[in-house]
């Protein structure tokens, strides 16, 4: 099982919408995927279906109340089973506060898990705070969605040191797998400057002679262009693919499902792979 931390703390970069639609990508090529949503505005659960229900228990109840996460977990729209989230969960980070590591709550909840998923991606909310540290403590890799301005580059600092101190002092095997390029505008002197900068950014990392959670980040090759269908299927509850299946937006994130999961492959011993 991959479980995987989809994060950046500045928002309005598509991180949100790109969890979503790789999630039900991915689901779309037989995968079994569940979202936990983290985020205490729960845009993922309504993205995917998931209206605010004063009843329903979510993610909060897991990390106040030790719920099983079974218990909480709901099916989506997309073929993807959904950890809802509400407003309560923005009282938890107060509630947690003398909580003894409180910073595992969650991995500690999957591991108790038998899980049945391929995949687990985890919706982080814009901020470094116990949400976040708990999506990176319970997480494999992390994957960074990034708009291609130069304002959502400058904060790539920040973020990677956070994961290198929660990869140095809690989960040490934790790293950055991808980068993913959201909002992309082909063909804009500005999208390939920050482009380079970025290559120039990871390859100062991987030639410093020191080795750093992103020294094998990937790029991915696929660019999540602007598409206004895929702004309009969240209003809807729906990923991409069942708003308009034929949009652009569904072929980038369908594009983007298949490197994800070629990664595997590329991960395998030759004798394993062949």
Not at 122 to 137: H, K, W
Not at 231 to 245: L, R, T, V
Request: hydrophobic share 40%; with cysteine; glycine share 6%.
């Amino acid at each position: 099982m991959r479980v995987i931390a989809l994060m950046n703390q500045k928002g309005g970069v598509g991180k949100t919408t790109t969890t979503v639609n790789l999630a039900a990508a991915l689901a779309r090529e037989s995968r079994r995927v569940c979202v936990i949503d983290l985020d205490p505005q729960a845009h993922s659960s309504a993205h995917l279906g998931i209206q605010e229900d004063p009843e329903r228990e979510t993610l909060y109840d897991s990390l106040v109340h030790s719920k099983p996460l079974t218990e909480v977990t709901v099916q989506g729209s997309g073929g993807v089973w959904v950890v809802p989230s509400d407003i309560n969960l923005a009282a938890a980070e107060v509630e947690l506060a003398g909580v003894v590591g409180r910073e595992m709550l969650l991995r500690d909840l999957l591991e108790a898990e038998s899980s049945p998923f391929d995949y687990v991606l985890m919706d982080c909310p814009p901020s470094l705070g116990v949400l976040t540290i708990n999506a990176l403590t319970a997480a494999n890799e992390v994957f960074v969605p990034l708009q291609p301005h130069y304002l959502a580059l400058h904060g790539m600092s920040k973020l990677f040191s956070t994961v290198e101190l929660v990869s140095r002092r809690l989960n040490p095997p934790l790293v950055i797998s991808g980068i993913i390029l959201c909002m992309y505008e082909t063909g804009t002197r500005l999208s390939a400057e920050i482009l380079n900068d970025l290559e120039d950014y990871l390859d100062k990392g991987r030639t410093g002679g020191k080795k750093t959670p992103w020294s094998s980040a990937d790029i991915f090759r696929t660019r999540i262009r602007r598409n206004i269908k895929v702004a309009e299927a969240a209003s809807f509850g729906q990923p991409i693919f069942e708003y308009e299946p034929g949009c652009h937006g569904s072929r980038d994130y369908a594009s983007l499902a298949r490197e994800v999961m070629a990664q595997e492959a590329a991960r395998l011993p030759r004798s394993q792979a062949a």
